[in-house]
C-alpha cells in the first residue's frame, strides 16, 4: 500500500490491484468508495484506470488495419471484451514523495496485438486529487487506443449527481450502445437528480463539459477532467456508490461507422496520447 497525505487529504494506492486507487479521504471522510483491506477483487476498489481502450468492445471483436484481433472476455462480462488491460494486471512503482507517486504498467503484445506503456501519475494539492493517466505504443505498427478513469462515489439516499452532456449512446440489453439520442430521451442529469431514484444506469453521455458534481451528505465532490474526456460514462446501479467514468471515446469505438467522431486515437510507433481527472470537494 502507498500512502501519500497533504493537508486534510489522504490517498492510499494499490498499485499490486490494477494500479487502483483504494481510498481517497478528506478530514478523515471518505471521497471515493473504500477498498476494505486485503480486498483481492478489482471491482471492489475506489477507482481504476482505462486503458488502452474503456468500456466495452462487441463480442471482443475487431478489425483494424487489416488485423483481425479477438479479445478475451471476464466471464461476467461475457461476450464483451472491457476496459482494457491495465486494471486487471500489477502495476510497477516508478517514483514517490509525500504528496506524488507515478506507476507504469508495461504490456507486451498478446491477445492486445500492439506492446504499450502506460503510466499513472497521482498528485495531492490542497485543493484535492489530480490523476493523470498516459499511453505510449511501443510496438511497430499503429496501434488504435483510448484512455478513461473509473472512479467510484459513495451515494447515499440525498445523494445527487449533476452533469451536463449534449447527447448520450443508448445501451440496453447486450450493453452495447445501439443509437445516440438526446438526454432526455434516457435520463438527463444537467439539472441534477438524485441517484437513489434513478432507475439502472449505464449509458455513455457525449458532449459532456467536462464537470460532474456529486453532492450529498452537507458536502460537493466536484469531478473534472482533460478536454479530450468529452464522454462520461455514468453507471448507477441502484447500489451503494455511483461511477461518473471520464473516457476519451465512446463505447465500442472501434467499431464505430468511417468518419464518425468516436473518440477513437490512432497512435503511431512511439506516440502518446494522456488525459486527467481532478477531484475536490466543496464544504
Known amino acids: 500500500m502507498i500512502v501519500l497525505e497533504r493537508g486534510g487529504w489522504r490517498l492510499s494506492l494499490r498499485p499490486d490491484l490494477g494500479g487502483s486507487i483504494a481510498r481517497l479521504t478528506v478530514d478523515g471522510r471518505d471521497v471515493l468508495r473504500p477498498t476494505a483491506e486485503g480486498e483481492t477483487d478489482i471491482l471492489q476498489v475506489a477507482c481504476f484506470p482505462l486503458v488502452p481502450y474503456a468500456n466495452r468492445i462487441a463480442e471482443g471483436r475487431f478489425a483494424f488495419d487489416g ?8 466471464p461476467q462480462f461475457s461476450p464483451h471484451a472491457l476496459h482494457g488491460d491495465g486494471w486487471l494486471n500489477p502495476w510497477e512503482m516508478l517514483d514517490q514523495d509525500a504528496t506524488s507517486a507515478r506507476m507504469v504498467y508495461r504490456h507486451e503484445a498478446g491477445a492486445w496485438p500492439w506492446a504499450y506503456e502506460a503510466i499513472q501519475t497521482f498528485a495531492l494539492t490542497e485543493a484535492g486529487l489530480r490523476v493523470d493517466l498516459s499511453v505510449r505504443n511501443l510496438s511497430d505498427a499503429a496501434m488504435p487506443a483510448g484512455l478513461g478513469l473509473h472512479p467510484y462515489f459513495p451515494v447515499a439516499d440525498d445523494t445527487r449527481l449533476t452533469l451536463a452532456a449534449t447527447s448520450v449512446w443508448r445501451a440496453e440489453g447486450s450493453l452495447i450502445p445501439t443509437a445516440q439520442v438526446g438526454t432526455a430521451d434516457v435520463l438527463d442529469w444537467s439539472q441534477g437528480r438524485t441517484v437513489a431514484d434513478a432507475p439502472f444506469v449505464d449509458h455513455c453521455y457525449a458532449g ?12 460537493a465532490t466536484v469531478v473534472r477532467a482533460s478536454a479530450n474526456a468529452a464522454w462520461a460514462h455514468v453507471y448507477a446501479p441502484g447500489e451503494d456508490f455511483c461511477c461518473v467514468e471520464p473516457v ?32 475536490g470537494v466543496e464544504r
Not at 67 to 74: Q, T
Not at 208 to 219: K, L, S, T
Open 67 to 74: 488485423r483481425a484481433v479477438s479479445l478475451p472476455a471476464l
Open 208 to 219: 459532456w463539459d467536462g464537470v460532474a458534481r456529486i453532492e450529498g451528505q452537507g458536502r
Open 248 to 279: 476519451t471515446h465512446r463505447p465500442n469505438a472501434l467499431h464505430a461507422p468511417a468518419g464518425e467522431a468516436s473518440g477513437l486515437t490512432v497512435l503511431q510507433p512511439g506516440g502518446s496520447m494522456a488525459m486527467w481527472m481532478e477531484i
